[in-house]
């Protein structure tokens, strides 16, 4: 059983930069793909985007391109969610999520149901 637990998060100011952790136990971490999702208050969840197992390959929404970061360190069973220049519409619950099924090392998967464990979240919230 793979556990997931978010770190990071806090309030912040717009314009700052925030690095989120994620802390993985259970299973064989360099063997999963990692993605970040994040939820705001009334909206449905949303994909901030994902790395391969081996870290060389990252994809990103398109709200976030540019100013969000996805690394991991598979030493440490650890992905990271690095936020530049936050608005006060990045203000959300950020989760990180292990698929093990439907990623590939080329395209990792997008969708929330195509990942099978979560972390309980991470609050983020932005003041302008």
């Known amino acids: 059983q793979v556990q997931l637990v978010e770190s990071g998060g806090g309030l912040v100011q717009a314009g700052d930069s925030l690095k989120l952790s994620c802390a993985a136990s259970?299973?064989?971490?360099?063997?999963?793909?990692m993605g970040w999702f994040r939820q705001a208050p009334g909206k449905g969840r949303e994909f901030v985007g994902a790395i391969n197992w081996t870290g060389d390959r990252t994809y990103y929404g398109d709200s976030v391109k540019a100013r969000f970061t996805i690394s991991r360190d598979n030493a440490k069973n650890t992905v990271y969610l690095q936020i530049n220049n936050l608005k006060p519409e990045d203000a959300a619950v950020y989760y990180c999520?292990?698929?093990?099924?439907?990623?590939?090392?080329?395209?990792?998967?997008?969708?929330?149901?195509?990942?099978?464990?979560w972390g309980q979240g991470t609050q983020v919230t932005v003041s302008s």
């Open positions: 999520a292990a698929d093990l099924i439907y990623s590939t090392a080329q395209a990792m998967a997008t969708m929330a149901e195509h990942y099978q464990y």
């Open positions: 259970g299973g064989t971490f360099s063997s999963y793909a």
